[in-house]
């Protein structure tokens, strides 16, 4: 794709911040490799999930007191419970992990995430950008609570990238790489309206296909009736998950409904916010795709593709921090709100973190770049405008 010209200030505000937090990461592994402290990583769900597959067990993986004995059994410290709540594709995904111990399935799991996201933002970007880019992306305190709990984020990030990345120029890569997303398809609500809008028949066909061919190859390695059992999991684990949400402190949900239930907005009430939120985001995601920039309406999905989900959390969050890169703000205001987005998942390291109720800057975001999208004059040619922090005039239309 042609590149257009980048301002000399694109990487502001981030630059201070990014170097900042790129030390601390450094930092805490290097901390943690010497102190070796106990941490209650979520990575021992995934590679327990692995291990039950492993162990010939996949056909109880819904089953919670099967899985939370297998659990306690591989954990004998471990008195809490990892629920399985991904569909079967995702299990196929991880099983592999199961043929290595704890350890290196860990290193393997997080080299390999990191590996992905550095590729995936090396075509994203522009080039005057991208090693800043990717620095900003690694050094976010989002990727820290990826790398340090071993999370999924890098891979579901990589994936978004990647996918709008190519979408101009190769929707059926672009495709493939939608489909995949359905390992969590919560993250990729947006996506259909954004390839809707943009007509990409191509792509949504390609993801289809894509997303079959992950459910036969599921079903070839595991009893079909899991997805059966898959879909009637998910109702109960959501409903638990969201009349649970005030009195578990689960302060790094960062979906609208977690949000106000953490605050005690009624049940009822939130999954209403939830659901006016949700529309919110997916028609501002067709409005920005059919009459803004390319760069600003991808933008506008990365940031709302957490704030439209029932359950995302903050390691969910990377995409975030590739809106803020492609906004390249030019006011003050916008900066402080970039700056907020950015540094707040660090709360969650703190004492305050009851106070992380990230719904309200994230939607603020999304808001901001979609009056921008709605705004700025787009290219004569918007399918194919490249992805780049370029300088944008709201007073041009």
């Known amino acids: 794709m042609r590149q257009e010209a980048i301002p000399k200030n694109s990487a502001s505000p981030l630059l201070p911040a990014a170097v900042g937090c790129f030390c601390v990461n ?26 039950f597959a492993h162990s010939k067990m996949a056909a109880r993986i819904y089953q919670a007191p099967a899985l939370q004995a297998f659990q306690q059994h591989i954990y004998p410290e471990f008195r809490s419970f990892f629920p399985f709540q991904y569909p079967p594709s995702f299990l196929l995904a991880i099983r592999p992990l199961g043929d290595f111990s704890y350890a290196a399935a860990q290193s393997l799991w997080t080299a390999t995430g990191l590996a992905a996201l550095i590729s995936a933002g090396w075509i994203f970007f522009a080039p005057k950008l991208r090693w800043f880019a990717i620095m900003a992306l690694l050094a976010s305190p989002t990727a820290l609570l990826n790398g340090a709990a071993g999370e999924t984020g890098f891979f579901t990030a990589a994936i978004l990238l990647a996918g709008f990345a190519w979408l101009p120029s190769n929707p059926l890569l672009a495709g ?3 489909g995949l997303l359905t390992i969590k398809p919560q993250l990729g609500l947006l996506i259909p309206f954004a390839l809707l809008a943009r007509g990409e028949t191509c792509a949504m066909l390609t993801a289809c296909l894509t997303a079959l061919i992950l459910t036969a190859l599921s079903t070839r390695a595991f009893p079909a009736r899991l997805w059966v059992d898959w879909l009637h999991a998910i109702p109960v684990y959501q409903a638990q998950y969201s009349a649970a949400a005030k009195n578990l402190g689960l302060n790094a949900d960062i979906t609208v409904i977690a949000n106000l239930r953490r605050l005690g907005v009624a049940a009822g009430a939130a999954w209403s916010g939830q659901a006016l939120v949700s529309l919110f985001g997916a028609a501002g995601v067709f ?24 359950h995302a959390c903050a390691y969910d969050g990377i995409p975030l921090i590739a809106a803020i890169l492609l906004l390249a703000p030019q ?13 707040a998942p660090y709360l969650l390291l703190t004492p305050i973190s009851g106070w992380f ?5 994230e939607t603020l975001l999304f808001t901001v770049i979609i009056y921008l999208a709605m705004v700025t004059k787009r290219t004569p040619d918007i399918r194919h405008e490249p992805i780049s922090s370029a300088k944008f005039d709201p007073k041009q239309r």
Do not use: M
């Open 26 to 51: 450094i930092a805490v592994p290097i901390w943690a490799l010497l102190e070796r402290p106990s941490l209650n990583s979520d990575f021992r769900g995934i590679w327990s999930f692995a291990a």
């Open 176 to 178: 493939s790489a939608f």
């Open 287 to 310: 409005l920005a795709f059919r009459h803004g920039p390319y760069r600003l309406a991808v933008a506008a999905l990365f940031a709302g593709s957490c704030i439209c989900a029932p």
């Open 331 to 343: 006011s003050a205001a916008l900066s402080v709100l970039c700056l907020i987005v950015y540094l």
């Open 357 to 361: 109720v990230y719904a309200i800057p």
